[in-house]
């Protein structure tokens, strides 16, 4: 069976693949650095997010200083942060502390949907959903 053989040779007999590498090479580092000037002009680049900091968690309903230490080692210290929480991440948490905290497990349900309301400033009406909550539930 023959191999593919591709002819590098130009009609006057002069070898061209090198010249042809070069421009090939010449035209991707051209547009690499057109690239990253144009994404530099623009703006377009990655934006640094601000630090967070640590919150009063114990402002959510069901959520005391100590259930407040557990997320803070956790690494949630913001209302941001546990908003976004899975709420089976929040259940596991309490039943990894000990039989102490397993009666809390219920109330991790509101907890995210609280932390929302608190980190959008709607303190009124997180105040008055927790007017209806007992215990957080």
């Not at 309903?61 to 709420?87: A, V």
């Amino acid at each position: 069976m023959r191999l593919l053989q591709i002819s590098t040779t130009a009609c006057d007999g002069s070898d061209v693949f090198w010249p042809w590498l070069l421009w090939l090479l010449g035209a991707f580092l051209l547009g690499f650095l057109l690239g990253w000037l144009l994404k530099s002009l623009f703006g377009c680049a990655a934006k640094e997010e601000e630090p967070v900091v640590k919150q009063d968690l114990t402002k959510i309903e069901g959520i005391g200083p100590k259930i407040e230490g557990l997320l803070n080692n956790k690494g949630i210290i913001s209302y941001k942060q546990l908003s976004n929480t899975k709420i089976d991440f929040l259940e596991a948490m309490l039943v990894e502390a000990g039989p102490a905290f397993i009666t809390h497990r219920g109330m991790t349900r509101t907890w995210p949907a609280q932390a929302n309301l608190a980190d959008l400033g709607e303190w009124e009406e997180l105040k008055n959903w927790q007017d209806v909550l007992k215990g957080g539930v």
